[in-house]
C-alpha cells in the first residue's frame, strides 16, 4: 500500500499529547497508572486507521485499549477517528514498531493482543517480517499474562495457514479458529476498515484466538 504523505502530521500528533504519546517507552511498567485503574489492558499491533482499536474502547469501558501503528500518515488517522469519537478515556495511541514492545511494556503487563490484517510479507525470505513469526511471538509472550491470548484476523490464506503453524509450533492452544468469520458473525465483532472492504466483495475473513501455554 502506497502511504499518501500528510507532511501535517507530525504537527498534529503533537497537539494531542492526551490521546496520542509521543514517548511511549517511558511508561514502562506505568500503564495502568496512566489509565488511572487496573483494569485489563489490550493492544492492537498495526492499529492502522483505528476503526477496530476506537470501536474496541467504546464498546467495553472496562478495558484499556492501546493501538500501535508505524506510520505517521497512518495513525495521524485513527488520531482523527478518536477524536471524532470523543478520545475515549480507555483509549491511547502511539506510533512505533513492533519489535519495541519490550521496551515499552514491563512483564505481563498486557493482557491480550490484536493482530488484525498485518502485512502478510509473502515472499518466503520475509517470513521473520511476519507478525506472527516466532521472533514476534516471543516479545508478546514476554508483554502478556501468563496464559495470555493472541487474537488474529485476516483475509490472506496463506498467512492464515503460516500463523496456525506458527502459533502451533510455538506451543500455544489455538481456539475459536474460524475460515469464515462473516458466515456466522458474532454479535460482539467490531470490524476493521480493511475487513469490511474484503468482506464486501465476498472475501472469506479467518479468524483464531490463541493462548500461551505459560500459565
Known amino acids: 500500500m502506497r502511504l ?62 492501546i493501538g500501535i501503528e508505524h506510520f505517521d500518515n497512518v495513525i495521524v488517522s485513527a488520531l482523527e477517528k478518536a477524536i471524532e469519537a470523543g478520545k475515549p478515556s480507555n483509549l491511547r495511541l502511539f506510533r512505533a514498531n513492533g ?35 516466532e521472533t514476534f511471538l516471543k516479545l508478546y509472550e514476554t508483554v502478556l499474562i501468563a496464559g495470555g491470548e493472541i487474537h488474529f484476523k485476516t483475509d490472506n490464506r496463506s498467512l492464515f495457514e503460516y500463523s496456525l503453524v506458527s502459533l502451533s509450533d510455538y506451543g500455544m492452544k489455538l481456539k475459536d479458529v474460524s475460515l469464515d468469520l462473516h458466515a456466522q458473525m458474532p454479535e460482539d465483532n467490531i470490524m476493521t476498515e480493511y475487513e469490511e472492504k474484503f468482506s464486501a466483495k465476498g472475501q472469506p475473513i479467518y479468524r483464531l484466538e490463541a493462548q500461551f501455554n505459560n500459565l
Do not use: C
Not at 517511558?26 to 470501536?55: R, S
Not at 493482543?113 to 502478510?120: A, E, G, I, Q, R
Open 4 to 65: 499518501r504523505n500528510k507532511p501535517w502530521a507530525r504537527d498534529y500528533m503533537a497537539e494531542h499529547p492526551d490521546i496520542l504519546l509521543a514517548e511511549p517507552e517511558k511508561m514502562n511498567n506505568g500503564w495502568h497508572d496512566l489509565f488511572g485503574n487496573n483494569h485489563p489492558i489490550h493492544i492492537e499491533v498495526g492499529t492502522g486507521m483505528g476503526q477496530f482499536i476506537i470501536g474496541m474502547a467504546i464498546a467495553n469501558p472496562d478495558i484499556n485499549y
Open 99 to 133: 519489535m519495541d514492545l519490550a521496551n515499552i511494556f514491563h512483564k505481563g503487563e498486557i493482557d491480550r493482543v490484536y493482530l488484525n490484517f498485518s502485512d502478510p510479507w509473502p515472499k518466503k525470505r520475509n517470513a521473520k517480517r511476519r507478525l506472527t513469526h
